[in-house]
């Protein structure tokens, strides 16, 4: 499996953190920024990076997934769901990342480096990485609703 990672100068701390730990959990992790801490960087282009990778990604490989981090999480949030096939979500709570994954099928998530902490962080990460999406009728059907008014704008 695949993991896009990025993060702007207030998430850069706990990417760092974040990207060793998965990697020591035998993920394959794809830096898209920053690779250094770059106080004046500005959250769009990251979140917008990983966005597009991760959509790109999905057609051949529909595992793959996107980890976002800034102060509050919900700039990189707004910005990956301007991107076409992208279901970013913000959580704060396993059962929160859990049901988004398996109801509306996120392929990236987004933290917030003020207000989790590294373990925080992780297990949030773990159930996005886990949970399975579910094929019910409803969630399926929401998706495709999603899907056609991107085709259309």
């Not at 702007?8 to 830096?31: C, P």
């Not at 769009?44 to 980890?67: H, M, N, R």
């Not at 991107?83 to 059962?95: E, T, Y």
């Not at 207000?115 to 094929?135: C, G, K, M, R, W």
Request: proline residues 3%; glycine residues 8%.
């Amino acid at each position: 499996m695949k993991i896009y990672l990025g993060a702007d100068h207030r998430g850069f701390e706990l990417k760092e953190s974040l990207k060793r730990w998965l990697e020591e959990g035998g993920l394959e992790v794809i830096e898209l920024g920053s690779e250094k801490l770059e106080p004046g960087d500005d959250y769009p282009e990251v979140a917008i990076k990983v966005g597009e990778a991760v959509a790109e990604a999905v057609a051949s490989a529909p595992s793959s997934l996107g980890i976002l981090i800034c102060g509050s999480g919900v700039g990189v949030n707004i910005a990956a769901n301007k991107v076409k096939g992208i279901r970013a979500a913000q959580a704060w709570s396993v059962d929160q990342v859990e049901h988004a994954k398996q109801s509306d099928h996120i392929n990236v998530l987004s933290l917030a480096a003020d207000y989790l902490d590294f373990e925080q962080s992780i297990n949030l990460i773990s159930v996005f990485i886990d949970a399975p999406t579910l094929d019910d009728e409803r969630f399926l059907r929401r998706l495709k609703h999603i899907a056609q008014y991107e085709e259309r704008h």
